[in-house]
């Protein structure tokens, strides 16, 4: 039961488990390049384990199938933006910036994993969870802001599902156009957030300013 | 050749055309229905063919399977959009409010196919196919103003893309909230676009200026 103590036993029982860990990152390495190169559906597991230097079979010791690994990866991928953000956060301070800055230069980085997420092919589902996911950061900034300084007029859990909604959808940008910059797409974001969208285009009222 | 000349063989002609037509709309209207009470998955051919009135196998005659029975309905459900959306702006002139309103509200009302549609377990090509329905209607918007007064610092693809995203992800609110109005969700998306978030969410600046 105490994790600390040093016996044989337990020496051989951490080295199989580091062994174990290892043999599963190889594999996930493996899984993310061969889907990468391939895409889901062409992507196979003989691939998979021969880029990883291991036997089929020990794939199937660690996933259940191929789908399980890649919902690994992505779930990998949540996890560490999920941290980026945190640490972000920690050393720069709350707000929308920051978080958008932290999602968008990784996700950038791993684009490859989103771009077959985002893939017509593949479930909604996997998208969901990516929307959850920020809906939940986003509700966090929102409270203590409120907190601070009461926002009046503004209904959380919609605008939290509309900037979610603009976020997912800033992500899904790499499917085709793989030069839009992390940061131009933060920027942007930030002066539609800040600026809005004139009233010409909001409710055409400006057209009679017009000559 | 000449569509107007009207002999018997015409007349049986559009007969049938039209008794082919009448089918295939009590088809997809009692698909819809069965959809909606079954789920996409649950939905069965023979239930469907049953509630039309009709064999199985006239059901194929029709369509190939069940998904293209469902993707037709979305499609005449996207085809309805757009022409709603048309007659508003003919009527109350181009601009995002009644361009939202006409979609929300309509998309209100076809919430049981939209609720399928986004489901987790549909492809995420179905969602893309809205966005880009949705995209097109945006750039004749900003255009418009553009040519009327020039927006100065807005990437109009990136801000239709979140734009796009905001109403999209405000249509999948349905998906868990039955009672959000159409209208309380445009006038929420408005809101947004109009005043943006203030300062103190976006980058945490106007913190400095508290006690």
Partial sequence: MNDNSVTPHNLEEKRGSRRRA?????????????????????????EIAERADIGVGTFYLHFRDKDEAFTTLLHECFSETRQRVQQAVE????????????????????????????????????ISRVQTAIAEILTSILTAAHEKEPLVGYDFSMQICFVTGMITQGIAQWLEHEEADPDKIVAQMLFLLRHGLPEQVLTGNSLEKQS
Avoid: P
């Fill in 22 to 46: 290892r043999t599963r990152a190889d594999i996930l390495a493996a899984a993310r390049q061969v889907f990468a190169a391939r895409g889901y559906h062409a992507a196979s597991i003989a």
């Fill in 91 to 126: 050393e720069e301070g709350q707000s929308l910036l920051v978080v958008l800055q932290a999602i968008f230069r990784y996700a950038y980085a791993q684009r490859d994993l989103f771009r077959i997420a985002f893939h017509a092919d593949m479930q909604y589902a996997r």
